[in-house]
């Protein structure tokens, strides 16, 4: 990003984070928004090979669900020609998991191992070859890396003055994030009702212009990291896309 935006985490992890971007249009913050849920290519399974398939759930069923799987998806590794073959071999009494699927690609591997695909009993057996491929959530939601992004303005807070001694204190609730002498608060830290943080105090609440809040979680196919800088990057090459348009 251009080095006027100043960026701020509040909280970060590997697959969700929390933070604030200043001198930010309002335009750009939700261009940011829908590049990080539409524009930024992943892996999933698009197509399914099935050698037997004995459970109670139909090929097309068990195909649905192995596309849901997100799968790890390193940025840059990988061209929109690449495929990546996976295999899960599971018989009866058993539960196939995402964890039982098997990549010919060493950095292609389930984001999640835990996501049931079927319960199979005694004599069913489950196999199944697929292949998967890179494309973006404008194409698919199977491929949306960020699966809840959202931004909201930063909010100061002001004390202008005490409350009356016998006016009622009516709930204040806010979402997000205040900024308070310059500290960074989750609403959350005070249950999302500034009464219980400015108790019998007169305040006044604006939103910063051009300072948003972004929450993001991924599916775990990438890092909230790569996510933000990859979304930003589509951005850029667009830009530069309409600019030597432009020209000629």
Known sequence: MSEEYAVEFIERGDDEARFLVRNLEPAFA???????????????????????????????????RLGMVPLTTPPGEFDED??????????????????????????????????????????????????????????????????AVGYRHLQRVEVVGDRGEFEDEEPQVVRGVIEEDGELIPAEAFDNDLTNRYD????????????????????????????????VG??????????SAVQL
Do not use: C, W
């Open 82 to 147: 690449d495929v990546v073959t996976l295999a899960i071999d599971v018989e009866g009494p058993d539960t196939a998991y995402s964890g039982d699927l098997v990549s010919s690609d060493g950095l292609v591997e389930p984001a999640t191992d835990g996501i049931p695909i079927i319960e199979l009993k005694e004599d069913q057996r489950l196999e199944v070859e697929a292949d998967a491929v890179l494309d973006t959530g404008k194409s698919h939601a199977k491929h949306q890396g960020g699966v």
């Open 234 to 243: 589509t951005l850029r090459a667009r830009a530069d896309e309409l600019e």
């Open 30 to 64: 939700n261009g940011i928004r829908r590049a990080m849920v539409a524009d930024v290519p992943t892996l999933s399974i698009d197509e399914v090979r099935v050698v037997e398939n004995s459970s109670v759930m139909f090929d097309e069923q068990i195909a649905h």
């Open 200 to 231: 019998g105090e007169e305040i006044e609440v604006h939103d910063v212009p051009n300072a948003f809040v972004f929450e993001v979680e991924t599916d775990g196919s990438m890092s909230v990291d790569d996510l933000v800088t990859e979304a």
